[in-house]
């Protein structure tokens, strides 16, 4: 494993001339084309980065852009592959840790999900303060790569308090600021109501299909992470109508301004010295 990991570390270091690169994003369902916001230095397909997989999603373009962000550099990942498309989950995270090797220290995930608050209407975005696995598999599962972090990782900050307030902050210039749990289910198939009363029961406020395996090899790496939803449907059962994929690219696509208005705010501010 560490061996693809190095590959794609090479090549993405000979990529940014072996720059140093702050801040890594990557962009879930709804975030597609936020990386036109910036003038991009480089580009290239994952497909041409060895050990990436390509995502077979829609809106999911296989893209790594690095830009300059407040004179940093960032790199912004449109898309990613997910673990109900079949793939082991150790492959799903190469890309964190590619650049976690790379040094990278602060990470933002995005991603599409089902609300399940009665706090939360389609359209929000929602700043993910903890995360529930119900899939029963993760990433460190194997051989303990002991190059980024310990056999029994803490997991009890896995979402920065210091980026939670940012987000907080940030959010004062664009919509109110909603915190919520994420529970992340394999998929692709949608959750049942009795699914969604369950993940409600335990405590979760989101349900979501990704993000979890990425979150856990980052923390297991040290890195900052924040996390971000959104809202594109009420989870199942708490909407009386049937779920569909549609819908949610629908809602995705309304809430694209205001999701790339915030999250180019929040950028900006990470990427500042202060
Ligand atoms: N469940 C799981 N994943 C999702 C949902 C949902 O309701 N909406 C968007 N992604």
């Given amino acids: 494993m560490i061996e693809k990991i190095n590959e794609a570390k090479d090549f993405i ?41 390509t995502p077979s999603i829609e809106g999911h373009a296989g893209k790594l852009s690095l830009v300059s962000i407040n004179n940093k550099l960032t790199a912004i990942l449109s898309g990613r592959a997910h673990y109900y498309e079949g793939y082991p989950i150790r492959d799903l995270v190469i890309p964190i840790r590619a650049f976690s090797l790379l040094g990278v220290k602060n990470l933002v995930l995005t991603n599409a999900a089902g609300g399940i608050s009665d706090n939360y209407v389609p359209g929000d975005i929602i700043s993910i303060t903890d995360h529930i696995n119900l899939t029963g ?50 998929g692709p198939s949608y959750e049942t109501p009795a699914e969604v009363q369950y993940a409600k029961n335990i405590g979760a406020d989101l349900v979501g299909m990704s993000t979890v395996p990425e979150a856990i090899v980052a923390k297991h790496a040290g890195m900052e992470i924040s996390a971000f939803s959104l809202v594109t449907n009420l989870a199942a059962g708490i909407s009386k109508d049937p779920l569909n994929h549609e819908e949610v690219v629908e809602i995705a696509d309304k809430s694209k301004q205001k999701l790339q208005g915030f999250m180019k705010e929040f950028l900006s501010e990470l990427n500042s010295d202060n």
Avoid: C
């Fill in 13 to 53: 270091s000979t990529f940014t001339n072996n720059k140093n690169i702050d801040t890594m994003i990557v962009l879930g369902s709804g975030m597609g084309g936020f990386e036109d916001n910036y003038e991009p230095l480089s580009q290239v397909d994952y497909s041409d980065i060895p050990n990436f997989l």
């Fill in 137 to 186: 598999d993760n990433p460190l599962i194997g051989k303990n790569l002991d190059t980024f972090g310990p056999r029994f990782p803490d997991m009890s900050e896995v979402y920065s308090s210091n980026f939670l307030k940012l987000a907080e902050k940030v959010s004062e210039n664009h919509f109110e600021f909603k915190t919520g749990i994420y529970a992340w289910f394999t």
